[in-house]
Nanobody, 123 residues
């Protein structure tokens, strides 16, 4: 059984930074594709960024240039460094994983999810 857990959310002022962390318990972690999603109230879940075994690191237009995904295969972790945060970044942030390591953007493509961590950007 694969277990996914996020941490690191909280309250931050506009323009500030936060780092979220995701730990995936599965074996052969280097083969996993791991994505970050978020969901704001009354909105659909939104894909943000992914890490996989390939060289390319895709980001959504909403976060490209502000967020960076960082992977450590020795610790089974994928972090999301979030800079220049805006009030519209307020949402519950989720980490999702799939051992079938290719690029995928849809929430339905990921069988393993964390419980989510709240990020609130407000003055």
């Amino acid at each position: 059984q694969v277990h996914v857990a996020e941490s690191g959310g909280g309250l931050v002022q506009p323009g500030g930074s936060l780092r979220l962390s995701c730990v995936v318990s599965g074996r052969n972690f280097s083969r996993y594709t791991v994505s970050w999603f978020r969901q704001a109230p009354d909105k659909e879940r939104e894909w943000l960024a992914l890490s996989w075994s390939g060289n390319r690191t895709p980001y959504s237009d909403a976060v490209r240039g502000r967020f960076t995904i960082l992977r450590d295969n020795t610790k089974n972790t994928v972090a999301l460094q979030m800079n220049s945060l805006k009030p519209e970044d307020t949402a519950v942030y989720y980490c999702a994983a799939d051992i079938n390591g290719n690029i995928k953007y849809g929430a339905s493509d990921y069988p393993y999810w964390g419980q989510g961590t709240q990020v609130t950007v407000s003055s």
